[in-house]
Structures are given as structure tokens and as C-alpha cells.
């Protein structure tokens, strides 16, 4: 049952959702420092420009909170009713 009525999607199946778009995720270790950061972002490539939205989860299942959904969206460009978020 998709939502709101279901369960939100998790964070694989947000990487999935957004990759039919286009939206490629990247995970990198960064070192700074003598420290190693591990950076995960979703890159969006539109109109000539390259957009990114920083995110940070330990685990892949982990469900969405609708801000959270909202706030990938709006720095990604999205339209938010692709995961059942209608703003209105």
C-alpha cells in the first residue's frame, strides 16, 4: 500500500526512487586531519547545473520521516509527491 497509507519508504528505497530519476547517491571516506569522514550525498545533474544534498544513516532499512523526505526534495528539486508528499 504506498503512502501516506503504508509504511514511508526507506532510505534504499528513496536511492532507488531517486535513481529511476537520474539521482545518483555517493558515499565517500574523506581524511582531514588523520581522520577518516565518511560523506554521503545525492547528486542531482539539471539544467547545466550539478545539485547536491548532504544525508547521513547507518542503516539502509531505516523508514523516513516526511521532513526528511520534504528536505531532499526541496535541495534536490523534486517535486515531493514522487514519495506521497503532497504540499499544499
Known sequence: MAYPWGP???????IHTLGTLGVLFKAEEIKISNRTIKAQYFEHKMDGRVIRCEVSFAD???????N???YVCNRLEINPR?????LG
Open 8 to 14: 514511508w519508504p526507506s532510505w534504499s528505497e528513496m
Open 60 to 66: 539502509e532499512n531505516e523508514r523516513l520521516t516526511p
Open 68 to 70: 526528511m523526505i520534504r
Open 82 to 86: 514522487l514519495f506521497g508528499l503532497q
